[in-house]
């Protein structure tokens, strides 16, 4: 589904990715695990589309399509969801106005027909319920006075919305305590376990590993996979940390 | 008419002088249509063309159409003298949903208007330019003790250039709220002088203003609170696309006497592209010691980070500039109490960004 060949970036002259490999297949969870300022968000942003970061070398194919030639909104339309490590605060844009709009993108896109404003609505609260989030909240805008836990809480909800095929999350379980820690991951597991669905983790902790079980784990550091293996990998990490697998 | 101001002259330097020139120098053409222009209500309606009433498309209702003779050293204001509009309601009388559509066909035009709410008369009037040419009105506006007044004023001229100038004298507990959307493709000038004369008084002038092309808008506002317990709002909003600028100049003044006064200015401006330009220019002269004045004037472009989190959800770059853009102005068109003509509002503002992003 996903397949990342030695992929460079840089962002303002700056290499961040040197040569980074990873290859996803559909019904796959894979992990992605490093040490602070590996280029794990980097990697998240190059994927979305963000025109900050330059490609300076390697391909990305997302079901035989070049990933790079496409738009950030293209790349959504094609089924790609990026899980924002800060989700921004948008001040005057409702999450129903937003999501609405982005979702009806997406279709008309994919040549599907719009949703109305009742089909929508029917929709958002539905997955609003199922990540405990008060249907309130979709009114207010995007994320702004959202706690940290809200906020990941939200970015799952846009998920369950717009049903993407590959989803990537970065961090998704950093600010979220242990409760909603498993409303998260009972989310992810219901949105994306599917066969012709996959998930690219990006986190720090082995703790969202116990309630999304990843097929594969990679080691990210200085811009490149390292080490690959198996969920063992992670607890390994949790245990001698990182230095110990980079040296 | 008398002189006309020059750019050499300090309260006139950023006003499009050479648009207005340009827009005189036309001859008068096509009639634009207006059917689409009017907002559900049955209240009164009137048209002018060229500054020329038009009975049978109108039905004026409480307005009359008269000779006026305004008061005012204001040099385009004092063009205006001859028949014009106007609106006396007497203690306790209400009438709302008056709608005025000024339709311009090229060269110039000059139209007074008159406002008069007696104690505790209520009233609403939505103004609509249409056209090309040069527009030039002058409205005044007196208030008596416990008059409301909401007037909401849409600039949406295709091309020349329109010029409103509003002098406005406040009564005690006594409020204007006023709201102007410059979204046509007219280089403008929106300019008024709001006194609060009478304790515990409201005076409101805010809005948006929307460029492109080479187009220039400016408002010129100044707020005069002679009174006590006073409130003002001049909360204005600039977007300016292409080479197009945008300036926003408003002032408050606080009378020593006038304590307790509660001030509120907000000047921000947004830019579209690079090569436009927005100019602000906020001013507060306070001799009362006991007064609330928040201010505050900014300029930016659309933030990166929210515009890469909309794309990334599926909007392209354009409908994703547009929704940011539309809550940015938001918070001038939202200030509009009548839910009909806030839509209407904020539906031209819409059309607006739809063909400039
Ligand atoms: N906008 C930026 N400008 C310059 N350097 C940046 C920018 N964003 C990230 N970096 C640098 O890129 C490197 C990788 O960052 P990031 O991808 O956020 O790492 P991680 O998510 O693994 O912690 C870090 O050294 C960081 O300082
Ligand atoms: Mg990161």
Redesign the interface.
């Known amino acids: 589904m996903l397949q990342i060949d030695n992929l460079h970036a840089e962002i303002d002259g700056k290499p961040i990715l040197k040569g980074l490999s990873l290859a996803v297949n559909a019904g796959e969870v894979h992990a992605i695990m490093g040490p602070n300022g590996a280029g794990k968000s980097t990697l998240g942003y190059v994927l979305g589309g963000r025109a900050a970061y330059e490609v300076t070398g390697g391909t990305v194919a997302l079901d035989c399509a070049d990933l790079l030639e496409m738009d950030a909104h293209e790349r959504a339309a094609a089924g790609l969801f990026l899980g924002f490590q800060y989700p921004v605060e948008i001040p005057g844009v409702s999450n129903l106005q937003f999501l609405r709009e982005a979702l009806n993108s997406q279709r008309r896109a994919r040549g599907q027909e719009p949703l109305s404003g009742a089909e929508f609505l029917k929709l958002a609260r539905a997955q609003a319920a199922a990540l405990g989030m008060d249907a309130e909240m979709l009114k207010r805008p995007v994320n702004v006075g959202f706690s940290g836990g809200e906020k990941k809480r939200n970015e799952m909800v846009q998920m369950g919305i717009l049903n993407p095929r590959l989803a990537v999350l970065d961090e998704t379980d950093s600010g979220l305590d242990i409760d909603a820690l498993r409303i998260v991951g009972d989310g992810i597991n219901r949105i994306m376990r599917a066969p012709d669905k996959a998930v690219v983790l990006i986190t720090h902790y082995q703790r969202l590993l116990d309630y999304v079980r990843p097929d594969f784990v990679h080691v990210l550091a200085d811009g490149r996979i390292i080490r690959s293996g198996g969920p063992e990998l992670a607890h390994e990490l949790e245990r001698e940390g990182y230095g110990a697998i980079a040296a | 008419m008398t002189q006309l101001p020059t750019n050499r002259m300090e309260a006139w330097r950023w006003t499009d002088l050479a648009a207005l020139e340009a827009a005189r120098a036309t001859v008068r053409g096509g009639v634009p249509a207006i059917e689409g222009l009017w907002i559900e209500g049955d209240g009164p309606r009137l048209v002018f063309r060229d500054g020329e009433f038009q009975l049978d498309l109108s039905t004026p209702g409480e307005v009359s159409i008269e000779p006026i003779a305004p008061v005012t050293a204001h040099p385009l204001g004092s063009a205006t003298a001859g028949t014009g509009w106007r609106l006396t309601l007497d203690a306790e009388r209400a009438v709302t949903g008056i709608q005025i559509v000024h339709v311009a066909t090229g060269n110039e035009n000059h139209l007074p208007g008159l406002i008069e709410l007696g104690r505790d008369a209520v009233a609403s009037v939505v103004e609509t330019f249409v056209g090309n040419g040069w527009t030039n009105r002058l409205t005044t506006i007196r208030l008596a003790e416990g008059a409301r007044l909401m007037r909401s004023v849409r600039l949406l001229q295709a091309s020349g250039f329109v010029s409103l100038r509003e002098e406005a004298e406040i009564g005690q507990a006594a409020s204007l709220a006023s709201v102007f959307l410059g979204a046509g493709g007219a280089s403008s000038r929106v300019d008024g002088e709001l006194v609060v004369a009478g304790d515990g008084g409201f005076a409101e002038m805010g809005g948006a203003l929307l460029t492109r092309g080479e187009q220039r808008q400016e408002c010129a506002v100044t707020v005069r609170h002679a009174a006590l317990d006073g409130a003002s709002r001049q909360i204005w909003r600039a977007v300016a696309a292409d080479r197009s600028a945008v300036s926003l100049a408003a002032r408050v003044d606080v009378a020593r006497g006038a304590q307790k006064t509660d001030g509120e200015q907000s000047l921000r401006g947004l830019l579209l592209h690079r090569t436009a330009t927005v100019n602000l220019k906020p001013e507060l002269e306070i001799f009362a010691d006991d007064v609330k004045c928040a201010h505050g004037a900014t300029v930016g472009e659309l933030?990166?980070?929210?515009l890469?989190?909309?794309?990334?959800?599926?909007?392209?770059?354009g409908?994703?500039k547009a929704?940011?853009t539309?809550?940015?102005v938001?918070?001038a068109i939202d200030r509009i109490g009548e839910d009909a003509v806030r839509e209407a509002f904020a539906a031209d503002a819409e059309a607006w960004l739809s063909e400039a992003l």
């Open positions: 933030d990166r980070q929210a890469f989190y909309l794309q990334s959800r599926g909007l392209p770059e409908p994703a929704m940011l539309r809550a940015f938001a918070d």
